[in-house]
């Protein structure tokens, strides 16, 4: 039964990955990276790390993911022009990319040799987690979450210095996610030219444009 | 107990929790536009069978018969999906809600429940976080603008709130000790949890109407600026199937807060075997339509909140008041210890 799952799974994952190369959409790339994630839980569930599969559904999956499908749809990231293919990376790229392959395999045969991963039939508590965390590796633990909240801090703090070198803005139009405005555009802290001379109007703009366009001129 | 029985079992217990939550939502429905209508000194719908209680069935029909109608402009692979993501996520986060004891059925020992985890809460969380991936995708593949602005509202008010939602669980949390939904139940059985975490009960409350899009906070459905939201598009069942989500979603939350602050199926017990195996399932129910209650209570009573107002209330105020609690929370228990 285990083997099984982690075969569908493990098929799941990989097919998941191949796609969000191979896609041209940013937004079906997006979903597959979501459907990698919900496979990975899966097979971190097989191997009994039950509380691990959830943050991962719930963290990557249920958070990190929807910001990224959200900054696709805000963006309107369509399907992007093609570059001229480079004859050089493609003679490059694959051979170092199998050498790449081929290497990784090699060090983790060499360092884990032939010991078949046990899958099933043992469970990881969540207590045994807290403990790991909070008492054995309580210092890399807690400097790590220093190291998220300066990261944190620095983007809140780089936003609210451009904000204050515009002038903010009233606070309705400034956290509205409204039709765009020129009083938007400023609270959004955009030159009026750089929006590559179409400067936005509060002017209707006719019914039949679609949404995506008119949200990709908001200019975020 | 052998596979092929626990899975017989479990087939059983799928189909029954289907077929009462998918009533229930129907009648749900019709009580609120019956409370709704009373609250506003008007009689609600009366015309199909006694009292209007056939009214389920009209609609149901109703929305079977209507036309598909798909946008020229839409993407047309995931305008199909978001409805169903929708859908299934709501339905599978029931599956791991205990509703009452243990009872025997063809011998064999089982629980009123589909699926007993050992990180039930975890679970739920977690499918429910993914909820928001219907809104989000049904409101941009409309390739409509009152479609769009739904979604993006309706997407950013449930990540927000999703914080406040799993802070204010924590606090209960850490006084059973436990993720397990059963476990937390039965550590109840002296004290139900809205005493001692009064604080965390109104928060999860108040970030439970938000998570589930609904008065006081419906903005990303807000009738009087956008149509109908991020479902404007969307006609006949798979309209329908985002309706689904929403009242089975109210129906999740409303079984979790019962679980975790109501004591669950805690409540007196008495009479013969069969009674009281079935009085716990019943205070249950009553307490999660306590909760049922509330919602179309409010839905009568309270006005919306403007979007940054909304925001603001989360983030500012919410969240830190969560993140207080947990803290307080800690220190008295290891002061307890």
Redesign the interface.
Known sequence: MHPALFFIFGGIALAGAINLLVQRAPIYSALSLVAVMGALAVLFLLLGAEFIAFIQIIVYAGAIMVLFVFVIMLLNADVPEPTRRSKVAQAIGYPVMALLLVELAGFFAAAFGATPVRTGGYLVQVAAVGQALFHEFLLPFEVTSVLFLVGVTGAVLLAARREERHGAAPRATRVHAGVPTRAMAEALSVPPNAMGGAVIEPAPQPESEPAHARAQGDGR | MPTGIFILISLIKCAIALFVLLTLVAYIQLAERKIVAHIQSRVGPNRVGPYGFLQPAADAIKFILKEEVTPA?A?KL?YLMAPMISVVVALVAISVVPIGGTFHLFGYPTQFQIAD???GL??L???M??G??GI??AG?SS???????G???G??QM?SY?LAL?LALIGPVMIAGS?DLRQIVQAQSHIWYIIPEFVAFCIYLTAAFAETNRIPFDLPEAEGELGAGYHTEYSSMKFAMFFLAEYVNMVTVSCVATLVFLGGWHGPVFGPPQLQLWLPVFWFCLKVGFFLFLYIWVRGTLPRF???QL??FGWKFLVPLALANVLITGVVLSVMK
């Open positions: 402009a993407h995931l985890i050992n990180i975890l679970f969380l977690g499918v976080s993914l928001v991936y989000v995708l941009w390739n409509s603008k009152y479609s769009f602005l979604s993006l509202r997407g950013s990540v999703e799993g993720l403007r979007y940054d925001m603001a």
